[in-house]
């Protein structure tokens, strides 16, 4: 009994540590690449591939559980990014205009420089260009757990900026998925997808706080898009967006922190993981010299290896150059460099954008994105920690 219990301690100080998230994706992307390149592949790829359906009458939902990760998880995941952004707009860092312009800055450049390296190396293939958005997404997870790492070696306001520019990144995120990667529009179900905004609009200027109510409008919303053609993730942001910000009744009740706080460790310890397990698993075996080399795939990987720490520091070094913005008085350029390139750890969201850019086409029997994606990401990892361990070792110094 004394061992479970001392078990159960050493697990639960694990979870409480900021690092642990990041741990814990990192571990389920290799179990899914040695389970990819075993041979229990036969039962990933069976397991991954299992229709699941959801039948009423006429009504039908016919999916494979990929599929239903990637669209259903995901909406929570995107929804619990929704309910962050509400709070950090209402009450947050992104609600002060200034403190914006540093992280901004930063995130549109990390956006914009990716997708241009991308775009050049695969410029005049119609099919590759579908990609572009890949390597313009920072996993925020991934990144923090890596900073979380470093420990007193990083300090507290290049957490803070890190943070900001993710979300405002996210942001991004879901306006390119909104814009760029939507299938034909069905007309009736997008009219009930407006019905469900609609509903949802009467219901916070209602000032309602029932939870559970904003909870069944949103299925109905994710159903009515997942059928629409628009990309269902979506609904979870859009849902996140009328939750009341403040209980009008307990001013100190907060309905989008409690929620964000409840979906933390559900989002953090376990659909991100399931997604990286469900999506990662690379089998080596298939990969050629071919794919290796393909123009998608160096895209990619120089997008996110070059082209995030590129666009996020120059971009943030000319608003401090040209005094738009000022470095927090314990940050200096070497460790917002680190930072940069930490940011190309585009990991799950370039995953999910690329199984809609290309796996759910069934385009990329020559390449795999995710070879890019995943050596783009690590190698990103890799430098950022080592740049940012030796910034803080040579601060100690002092």
Known sequence: MDKITELSEVVENFLKRESSAGIILMAATALALIIANSPLDVYYD????????????????????????????????????GLELKRELCEGELSNPRNLILPASGAIGGMVFPALIYVAINWGNPTAMSGWAIPAATDIAFALGIMALLGSRVPASLKVFLVTLAIIDDIGAIVIIALFYTDNITEVALMIAAACFAILWLMNRRRVVDLPGYIIVGVVLWVALLKSGVHATLAGVLLAAFIPMRNPTDPLDSPVIRLEHELNSAVSFAILPIFALANAGISFSNISPEGIFHPVTWGIFLGLVVGKQVGVFLCCWLVVKMRLAALPEDLNFRHLYGCAILCGVGFTMSLFIGGLAFEQTGVNSIFDERVGILAGSGLSALLGYAVLYWVGQQQLRK
Request: proline residues 6%.
């Open 46 to 81: 069976q397991l991954i591939s299992l229709p699941v359906i959801v039948a009423a009458g006429d009504f039908r939902i016919d999916k494979p559980l990929l599929l239903w990760i990637n669209d259903g998880l995901m909406a929570v995941f995107f929804f619990h990014v």
